[in-house]
Structures are given as structure tokens and as C-alpha cells.
């Protein structure tokens, strides 16, 4: 289970990587798309422009990457989740079946989401001590998560407006921009929490077999 973990972690990782190169490669495409109808209106649909044939290649492109990375996310989410299930002796507060589940659900993936992950970040701590049942709660969460999700409500706003509101090329343009940028800060806080979780993960493991190999020793 460790090395799979580890190996999902680094997919995970990858794979943002190649989400924010894509989003990051969509923001001329955008930005040349919206300055090109706020010329010339009129004639935007009579003019060849590489920058529109560029930003449909480049959004299809960015859905599919979206896509892949978040089914590598969730897979991230179930197996870190199991595992630290596994090695935490406190009972958690959801199933791995759920910490996955709670994105699906409407209303609810407006926080659940959060509170699997804030969860997740505390009992990863490595000195945790899963003897103590109050401990996990006096923890305090990080930073990382507040503005991992935050990004994430953003985005998902941007795209919805984008989703419900008629506009024209130029204004579609400029949202686009605007959730590309999102995109790319969400990537960035992504990357580092998972990384920081599955690095809090190995340690607490490392930690727990040293504790189990001395005890062992001590009473032979």
C-alpha cells in the first residue's frame, strides 16, 4: 500500500503539472481572442485568427487533462485516506468511500470535501498519538488547505458563470483568462498539498514501524 501511494502521489503531481502548462498556454490564446473582438466586433466572425483556432484546441485540451487529473486526484484521496485509517487507532470521522464520495454530492461538496482533507493533514501528523482521542481536534490545519479550497470554490464559480451566462467572444475570453489564472494558483496549492500530505504520511509510517521494531526489542 506504501508504494502505491507514493506512486499516485507522483502521478497526481505530474499530471498538475501538465494542468497548469496547458492553462498557462491558454492565457495568450484568451487574452489574443478578447483583444481581437474588442477591435473589430463586427468582422470577428469573418477574419481568420490562429489565436481562436489555438484557444479551442487548447481548451479541449485543458478539459481532458482536467479530467484525468481529478479521476488521479480522488484515486490519491481514497488510498491516502485508507491508509491513514490504518494507521491511526482513532476512529475517523469518514470512510475512504466517502472522503471520495462527499464531491459527488451537491450542497455537500461545498465543505465536506474540505473537512476530509482537514482531516487528513491532521491525523498525518507524524508525532500524533493515536492513544489520545482528543488530540486530533486541538490540531490546527494549515494554511495550504484554506487556500487549496478557497482556489477551488473559485475556479468552480468562474466556470459555472462562464457555464450560465450568455456572452460574447470577447467577454468569454476574458472569463476564461480570469478562471485559467485560478486554474493555475489551484495546480500550484494542489501540488504542494499533496505533496506535504503524503510526505506527513511516510514519516508517520517511518515513525510507527521504528516504535514497533523498539518495542519489540524491549520485550523479546
Known amino acids: 500500500m506504501e508504494l502505491s501511494t507514493r506512486r499516485t502521489a ?21 487574452l489574443s481572442t478578447y483583444r481581437l473582438y474588442s477591435e473589430m466586433p463586427e468582422l470577428y ?29 480522488l484515486l490519491w484521496t481514497y488510498r491516502s485516506y485508507r491508509k491513514l485509517s490504518a494507521l491511526s487507532d482513532r476512529n475517523l470521522r469518514f470512510s475512504p468511500g466517502w472522503a471520495v464520495g462527499w464531491y459527488f454530492v451537491p450542497i455537500m461538496n461545498l465543505f465536506r470535501p474540505y473537512q476530509v482533507m482537514e482531516e487528513m493533514w491532521k491525523e498525518s ?8 482521542i482528543e488530540e486530533g481536534k486541538s490540531r490546527t490545519g494549515s494554511p495550504l488547505l484554506k487556500g487549496w479550497w478557497g482556489l477551488w470554490l473559485l475556479s468552480h464559480l468562474l466556470a459555472g458563470v462562464l457555464g450560465v451566462r450568455p456572452m460574447d467572444p470577447g467577454e468569454s ?19 504542494l498539498l499533496v505533496r506535504a500530505i503524503d510526505q506527513r504520511l511516510a514519516k508517520k509510517r517511518a515513525l510507527m514501524e521504528r516504535q514497533i521494531r523498539e518495542k519489540a526489542r524491549a520485550f523479546p
Do not use: E, N
Not at 48 to 64: E, G, I, K, N
Open 45 to 73: 466572425w469573418h477574419l481568420p485568427h490562429p489565436a481562436r483556432d489555438v484557444q479551442r484546441f487548447v481548451v479541449l485540451a485543458q478539459m481532458c487533462s482536467f479530467f484525468i487529473t481529478a479521476i488521479f486526484f
Open 173 to 191: 475570453a476574458l472569463f476564461m483568462f480570469l478562471t485559467g489564472i485560478a486554474g493555475i494558483l489551484l495546480c500550484l496549492v494542489t501540488f
Open 125 to 132: 501528523a507524524p508525532d500524533a498519538d493515536p492513544s489520545r
Open 10 to 30: 507522483g502521478a497526481v503531481k505530474l499530471l498538475l503539472i501538465i494542468h497548469a502548462v496547458l492553462l498557462f498556454a491558454g492565457l495568450y490564446a484568451h
